[in-house]
Structures are given as structure tokens and as C-alpha cells.
């Protein structure tokens, strides 16, 4: 199986030179924008509006130590048990005693969080917390407010931005070491509707890839359209390795709509179960009782791999979904959950009075392109923040709330990094790939990448299951070609279709069961396994899965 080594489009007709370059407008982005504007020039590119991403979807909030009688060494311990085995201590600890700071930097920016009774912030609790530690805002509009509050901050310091622009390929250079450096990025620019209207070069002395996840490579997630990794295949294609793509957290609680549900899902708040809500089968017996010690609070992983294990034992007649009772809130859930009380009358569902049908569904991805807790790559030039990098905080399974933290301490980090030094500057040698050939996925076939991998590399998986997808993957694969007409859909499905064959690469190879990462023929986790999984794309695009470096703590040193 081959995918291409760079994304087809016409020559460029234009060029400009910035400071810094950010792609992808989520929390991570905004945060290094803003952090570094002062004295850089900052031009974010993102393919759809300034708020398309991820993180205004988000309902939790941010986890962070603000209570007394919690500690920062509970909120390490709760990460690394999350993380099973894979987080780096060192990381997780970097970012933990970070994290109140980073809240009150949203805050001193304008961010809203809830008050609590006693006039304070208001906590709550998440699966695999140990204490109350998340703050939380309209109730369950916590990404939406984080999203407001750094969108306004950066347009208002200056930053530029660029909607309706897709990140194609990396244009590289060549440093004073003789080392390969990121000197830009070749941008495809779309009407709305993703046509094609033009193409060109922006160079610049630091390129941060702030592009999020990849969830929409399977039919069913929480993520929204625009969430395709088109960072993580980005980076393949100039030759990086990715790492522990096979971890991918779903969502223990995503409302079902019915077995033909297709595309982005309305979340369920974990916070929900935080406020009490219990988990039940179509039979009326509880899902989590004894499964767990802290049962329908358990770390999320574990809470999906046994609702999926439930839903296959087809109890009352129902093998495809399970039910949220949160009806001892009685008309409160209204208040404290009005997004998810919303979703849930257009279902025709009263939240207050009524169980809400849930299944698990695509959500988080744990790992990503290898960086340091302030964005550095293996790549000179080249940085990445937020769900794209797999910094050591998160794992094989992260810990609920944890990733709006990150994307913040994470994104400021690096923004005051390149406010203060910015790499030197590289004249491009070529786009990555130029010299390969370079089809393009028809948007017609990302439908089936969809179907293939929530059919065969969901929830719970084993050896035949993964054949089956690499199979058919394949078989997609073999459908690239030249004549498809370069625009944002074929885009994405060609970098959908690169991730999605990178991620069930691993999870084929990776015989154990650990974190988010279930197999059914694995079902333990090994020692022999605490190594992290390296994919990457050879010369003539074929996928690569190699073992790298040990799990469990490096320091957050980048590696290939």
C-alpha cells in the first residue's frame, strides 16, 4: 500500500515572507500566536473559519490544581495512571505545575469561568480524576469560551489571519549545519466551498503545526468536519515520523442517533458522570459496577472498551448502544448542561426525566509528531502544539480535560519562546515531494476510509479485524490517481486516507492491549511492549512501522 509522498496542486502564483506561520486555529495556535505577536509577525492559516476546530467544541474545560486541599502530585498521579505506562513523568509534571497559571492567563485575557458557591471558580470532577480540579464555563461550553476569549486576543494584538487556506506540503531548506530546516508552507487557497483558487508559497523563519486530530477518519466522532489530520500526514510527507498513533481515546459517551449516524456526533459530557449520572444496558443492569474502582468514573478508556464489551453481548436486544441516566439532576441538568440539553431535545429526549442512548465514539488522538512541552521537533524550523504533537503528557489514554491545558501551556511556551529567538532564516530548496508523483484521493472514497476503519479498527480490535482494514485501505489506495481535481474535499480525503493506513499499520503490529489501544487476541498489556511505535513514509509512500524509543519517560526529547 502507497499514498503520496505530496498533495497534487497547480504551481504557485504567489509568495510571501512572515515571521512565524501557524497552522490550525484552535487553542494550541492562538496561544503561540498571541504569545510570540509582540514582536514577531504571525500569519495563521486555517482552512475554514477561525473557530472550525476542535476546541469549541469542547465541553469539559481545563484541568488544573486550584483547590487547596488538592495537589499538584495527585493531578501527576491521575495523568500517569490514565496514561498507562506511556506518559513521560517529567512532562506531566512540567505541564501539571503549569497549568493554574495558564488558567489564570485565560482569565486575566477575559475568559468566564463559572463561579463556585464560595465566590471561587468551580470545580468539578472527570473520569480518572482524583479530586475536583476542572474548571468549566457555561456550564458545558468551556472550548467554545477558551476559543472567544484567544480568537479576540490575538486579531486585537495583530495577528493576521488566513481562512479558507489549506497547508499543502513543507517547503524546506538547508541551515548553516547543513541540516534540512521547515522554511514555509505551500498553502492551496479555497473559495468556501473548498474549490480551488489559487496556490502559493509563504516562507518564514518558524513553522507551527497546530492542526489538531484526526477523528473524522472514522464514520462516528465527536470532532467536527474539519478535524482531518492533515498536520500529522503534512509531517509524514517530509519525511517525520509519527508516534503512538495507534492510541486513539474514544469518547465513552457520544449520543447515539440511530444505527445510521454518520459524521461529527453530539458529545456527552464526562462531566456528567462527574455530576452522578449512572451507566446502564438496554437490560437496566449497570455497565461499570465492579469493573472499575472508581466505576462510571473510570478513566475513559476503561469506560469504553466496557461499554463496547457490553453493547456485544446484545443484552435486552441491543448491541449497538447503552444509557446515561443523569435523571437524579432532575431540571438542574438544563442549567448545568444546557449544549448537551439541547442535543438532547433534538433527539427527542428530556435529559431531566429520560435516559440518553450513548456509544462510544471517535475522540482524542493520544499520539501524534514526537515534540518537547514548547513545540520542538526532530525538524529544525518546524514546530508542533496541541493534539497534533505527542509531547509524553497524555500517553496511551488521556486523562479527561488534560488537553485544553496542554494546548494553552503548551501554545504560550513556544509563542514566548520565538518572541524571544526565532531560527534562522532559510532560502527553500524545494516543496517536499517535488520530485514524486503526487495523485490525489477522490472525495468520493472517504466515505469507505470512514466506514473501514470504525468497522474494523474501533473500540476493540484483533488481528483479522486490522487485516480486513489493511485490506481495504489498500484496495482505496489503489484508486489514487491523477485525474482527480485538486480541491479542499480531495485534500483531505487523500490526508484522511494517509493517517487513517498510518494508525492501523500500528494498531496491527502493537499484540497487546494498553491505554485506548484494545486487543481482543492481546488482551493484556506486555513489558515487551513499553516501546513507542514510530511510523513513517518510505521513499515511494509505503507506511513503516518501526519500534523507537522506550515508553515511559524521555524528558520530552524529541525522536525519530
Request: hydrophobic share 45%.
Amino acid at each position: 500500500m502507497t499514498v503520496p509522498r505530496r498533495l497534487r496542486a497547480p504551481a504557485p502564483s504567489w509568495t510571501r515572507d512572515v515571521d512565524v506561520i501557524v497552522i490550525g486555529s484552535g487553542a494550541a495556535g492562538l496561544a503561540a500566536a498571541l504569545a510570540a505577536r509582540p514582536v514577531r509577525q504571525v500569519l495563521i492559516v486555517t482552512k475554514d473559519v477561525l473557530s472550525a476546530g476542535s476546541t469549541a467544541w469542547a465541553q469539559g474545560g481545563l484541568a488544573g490544581v486550584l483547590d487547596p486541599t488538592d495537589s499538584l502530585e495527585e493531578h501527576v498521579a491521575d495523568t500517569l495512571a490514565a496514561g498507562a505506562g506511556f506518559c513521560d513523568e517529567q512532562v506531566v509534571r512540567r505541564l501539571v505545575e503549569e497549568a493554574p497559571t495558564a488558567i489564570r492567563y485565560l482569565m486575566q485575557l477575559g475568559a468566564a469561568f463559572d463561579p463556585g458557591a464560595d465566590g471561587n471558580v468551580a470545580l468539578t470532577r472527570e473520569g480518572g480524576h482524583s479530586r475536583n480540579r476542572i474548571v468549566h464555563s457555561g456550564g458545558d461550553r468551556s472550548g467554545a469560551e477558551v476559543q472567544r476569549t484567544l480568537d479576540e486576543s490575538a486579531v486585537a494584538a495583530g495577528v493576521e489571519v488566513m481562512e479558507w487556506s489549506f497547508a499543502l506540503d513543507l517547503l524546506i531548506g538547508t541551515n548553516a549545519d547543513g541540516e534540512r530546516q521547515a522554511a514555509g508552507v505551500r498553502i492551496g487557497v479555497t473559495s468556501p466551498d473548498g474549490e480551488l483558487e489559487s496556490v502559493g508559497d509563504v516562507t518564514a523563519r518558524a513553522v507551527v503545526l497546530a492542526s489538531g486530530g484526526y477523528g473524522q477518519i472514522f464514520a462516528s466522532t465527536s470532532n467536527p468536519p474539519a478535524v482531518t489530520g492533515d498536520g500529522l500526514a503534512l509531517a509524514m510527507r517530509a519525511g517525520l515520523s509519527v508516534t503512538d498513533v495507534e492510541f486513539v481515546q474514544f469518547h465513552p459517551t457520544v449520543m447515539w442517533r440511530g444505527p445510521d449516524a454518520r459524521g461529527q456526533q453530539a458529545l456527552v459530557s464526562e462531566a456528567v458522570r462527574g455530576e452522578g449520572a449512572i451507566l446502564y444496558d438496554a437490560a437496566g443492569e449497570r455497565v461499570m459496577a465492579g469493573v472499575h474502582p472508581q466505576e462510571d468514573l473510570a478513566p475513559r478508556d476503561v469506560v469504553a472498551a466496557a461499554i463496547s464489551a457490553r453493547m456485544a453481548e446484545d443484552r435486552g436486544g441491543v448491541n449497538d448502544h447503552v444509557y446515561l441516566d443523569a435523571t437524579h439532576m432532575g431540571e438542574r441538568f438544563y442549567e448545568r448542561f444546557p449544549t448537551i440539553t439541547a442535543a438532547c431535545r433534538d433527539a427527542g429526549i428530556d435529559p431531566a426525566t429520560q435516559r440518553i442512548p450513548v456509544a462510544p465514539a471517535a475522540h482524542y488522538a493520544c499520539g501524534g509528531l514526537p515534540a518537547r512541552l514548547d513545540g520542538a521537533t526532530a525538524l529544525a524550523g518546524l514546530f508542533a502544539v496541541g493534539e497534533v504533537s505527542a509531547t509524553g503528557v497524555h500517553g496511551a489514554n488521556r486523562l479527561a480535560s488534560n488537553s485544553l491545558t496542554e494546548s494553552v501551556v503548551a501554545g504560550t511556551n513556544l509563542g514566548r519562546d520565538l518572541e524571544w529567538e526565532l531560527p534562522e532564516r532559510v532560502e527553500p530548496k524545494m516543496v517536499v515531494g517535488d520530485d514524486e508523483p503526487a495523485g490525489l484521493l477522490h472525495p468520493d472514497r472517504r466515505r469507505d476510509v470512514r466506514t473501514t476503519m470504525s468497522l474494523d479498527v474501533g473500540v476493540l480490535r484483533d488481528a483479522p479485524t486490522l487485516e480486513a482494514a489493511v485490506a481495504g485501505l489498500d484496495e482505496i489506495a489503489s484508486s489514487i490517481g491523477d485525474e482527480v481535481v485538486p480541491s479542499r474535499e480531495a485534500w483531505e480525503a487523500t490526508n484522511v486516507l494517509t493517517v487513517a493506513t498510518a494508525m492501523t499499520a500500528a494498531a496491527l503490529a502493537r499484540e497487546e492491549s494498553r491505554g485506548c489501544h484494545r486487543r481482543t487476541d492481546f488482551p493484556e498489556p506486555l513489558p515487551d511492549w513499553l516501546v513507542h511505535l514510530d511510523v513513517r513514509l518510505t521513499d515511494d509512500g509505503a507506511v513503516l512501522v518501526s519500534r523507537g524509543a522506550a515508553a515511559g519517560g524521555s524528558g520530552g526529547v524529541v525522536h525519530q
